[in-house]
């Protein structure tokens, strides 16, 4: 059982940075993929990042490729997700997920086990 718990949302504005980290509890976390992903109202969740076990390979939407940047600290059991360069259609809650497909990331939600309660992310143009 994996435990997530997300934090670092909020407003700021069109431009500016934010930082998101994904806290995770248990013994596991190396073996876990982790991914965010991130929900709009009236939208369905979509893909914006993932990262495999060792931090080597990550993966971004084409919405946020060069503006965000994911990582994590396996001695922390931590992820995070860099956000730089907000857009006013970056704002959503932002959920962060594990996978157990570990040497990988995964784009597709049904490859993620685990959730957490997502954060609000509010970008004012």
């Known amino acids: 059982q994996v435990q997530l718990v997300e934090s670092g949302g909020g407003l700021v504005q069109a431009g500016g940075s934010l930082r998101l980290s994904c806290a995770t509890s248990g013994r596991t976390f190396r073996t876990y993929a982790m991914g965010w992903f991130r929900q709009a109202p009236g939208k369905e969740r979509e893909f914006v990042s993932t990262?495999?076990?060792?931090?080597?390979?990550?993966a971004y939407a084409d919405s946020v490729k060069g503006r965000f940047t994911i990582s994590r600290d396996n001695a922390k059991k931590t992820v995070y997700l860099q956000m730089n360069s907000l857009k006013p259609e970056d704002t959503a809650v932002y959920y962060c997920?594990?996978?157990?497909?570990?040497?990988?990331?995964?784009?597709?939600?049904?490859?993620?086990?685990?959730w957490g309660q997502g954060t609000q992310v509010t970008v004012s143009s």
């Open positions: 990262i495999n076990w060792s931090g080597g390979s990550t």
């Open positions: 997920a594990a996978s157990p497909i570990y040497y990988r990331g995964s784009d597709q939600s049904s490859e993620y086990d685990y």
